[in-house]
């Protein structure tokens, strides 16, 4: 699946990476492979055969809802968000298994986020410069208000200075 692929190549080369809803999902299974060697790890959508779903259909799907997403304080998140509860848009009906949950952590997955209603929000890796997967969805709004979500342009940012920064690598004076 390109995907994963495209998760895989971020987690191998550290480009700046935002993954939103599904890109929040197939990250916790890219992470349940690198990290845990879980190669059979899936998502119970898409690949229903796999031999474990790090990826669940929720109890209460959230189609179109908004649910108090709590930062972690002292995480990425909470730095470019706050740490005070903000509403966040949801449009899925899967989310990652609260088993995977400890054990991604235990890998060094930060999770930088909670919803009391569905569990794990926000997946980082903090030794990359931007690695950063909401279930929630940043971008809904952005067209209609004018204005980015702290994550959208914390992370076009920490993509601006990459290429910055791979430019002037290749300069020779």
């Known amino acids: 699946m390109r995907l994963l692929a495209a998760i895989g190549h971020c987690l191998e080369t550290g480009i700046a990476f935002l993954g939103t809803c599904g890109g929040f999902q197939y990250t916790a299974v890219a992470l349940a492979r690198a990290r845990l060697?879980?190669?059979?790890a899936g998502h119970a959508e898409s690949d229903p055969d796999a031999s474990q779903h790090v990826i669940v259909a929720l109890?209460?799907?959230?189609y179109?809802?908004?649910?108090?997403?709590?930062?972690v304080p002292g995480t990425r998140l909470?730095?470019?968000?706050?740490?005070?509860?903000?509403?966040?848009f949801h449009y899925c009906g899967y989310g990652l298994d609260e088993?995977?949950?400890?054990?991604?952590?235990?890998?060094g997955v930060v999770i930088s986020a909670h919803a009391a209603d569905a569990g794990p929000e926000a997946l980082e890796l903090a030794e990359y410069p931007f690695f950063l997967a909401t279930a929630f969805q940043p971008q809904v709004g952005s067209s209609q208000s004018g204005e980015l979500h702290p994550v959208l342009s914390a992370w076009l940012r920490a993509a601006a200075a990459e290429a910055s920064a791979a430019a002037l690598g290749g300069l020779i004076i």
């Open 78 to 88: 909470a730095s470019i968000c706050g740490e005070t509860p903000f509403e966040g």
């Open 37 to 40: 060697g879980l190669a059979g």
């Open 99 to 107: 088993h995977f949950a400890s054990k991604l952590q235990d890998a």
């Open 59 to 62: 109890q209460c799907a959230l």
């Open 64 to 71: 179109g809802e908004r649910r108090t997403v709590t930062p």
